[in-house]
Nanobody, 128 residues
């Protein structure tokens, strides 16, 4: 069973940066689509970025393009999300999730229903 654990959240002022980590453990197959989602109070969980592990393919939602960067360290079984130029609207609980590799496309990567494995989340708070 694949297990995911996020870390790196915190409180920053607008314009600041954070780096989130998603560490995988347990049974790890060769490749997954690993994504970051966020959930703000009173809003639906939304997909932010995704990466196909073992490849260079990555995907971003429009609100974060140019500010967030998803990357991976395969030796550490860890996916990162670098958050730059943070805005108050980026506040929320950030979750990492994994799906079968075939869902790593622009059409599917933001859909919560295709992800089988989820972490517990890490809080990001951006103040103005």
């Amino acid at each position: 069973q694949l297990q995911l654990a996020e870390s790196g959240g915190g409180s920053v002022q607008a314009g600041g940066s954070l780096r989130l980590s998603c560490a995988a453990s347990g049974y790890i197959a060769s490749s997954y689509c690993v994504a970051w989602f966020r959930e703000a109070p009173g809003k639906e969980r939304e997909g932010v970025a995704a990466i196909a592990t073992g490849s260079i393919s990555s995907y971003y939602a429009d609100p974060v393009k140019g500010r967030f960067t998803i990357s991976q360290d395969n030796a550490k079984n860890t996916v990162y999300l670098q958050l730059n130029d943070l805005k108050p609207e980026d506040t929320g609980v950030y979750y990492c999730a994994a799906a079968y590799l075939a869902y790593c496309t622009n059409k599917y990567f933001t859909r919560t229903d295709v992800y089988n494995w989820w972490g517990q989340g890490t809080q990001v708070t951006v103040s103005s």
